[in-house]
């Protein structure tokens, strides 16, 4: 409810190591896989952030919150939330959390099933679980 009504949003995965990015078209019914955030310092993963909103005129961030299985919240949780009272500090855009679990397993899962080598589902991973995540949150927002 606090995103705008129209506009580009932007979907992170954000790990330990990287974060994934996808991004919406204007209208919010394609999600597509946009790149991934090596993480350094937080200040350099902001600045990535803040440059990619700029460039591609995002107007809300999604965000995937990894639940437990049995829909509790672990440390994982409790690290994204950190990542977004971060983020917000210097990133004035509304944010959305998203249920990501098993977001990543389902990639992985339609990468083997393509026969791409570990090596390339590896440099993909994150941003294709990014716009899984994303396309997902676009097709619920459609039926509200």
Do not use: C
Request: net charge positive; charged share 25%; proline share 4%.
């Amino acid at each position: 409810p606090t995103l705008p009504a129209l506009g580009r949003l932007l979907g992170l995965d954000v790990g330990d190591t990287t974060i994934g990015l996808a991004l919406s078209d204007d209208r919010r019914m394609i999600a597509s896989p946009l790149m991934t955030i090596e993480r350094r310092k937080l200040k350099h993963d902001i600045e990535q952030l803040k440059t990619t909103i700029t460039k591609y005129a995002v107007v809300g961030l999604i965000i995937g919150n990894p639940m437990n299985m049995d829909g509790s919240e672990g440390p994982r949780t409790q690290s994204t939330r950190t990542f977004i009272l971060n983020i917000k500090r210097e990133i004035l855009l509304p944010v959305a959390l998203w249920d990501e679990r098993l977001t990543t397993m389902a990639v992985e899962r339609m990468m083997i099933e393509s026969d791409m080598t570990r090596q390339r589902r590896a440099q993909l991973v994150d941003k294709l679980a990014a716009a899984y995540m994303l396309q997902g949150a676009l097709n619920r927002m459609k039926q509200l």
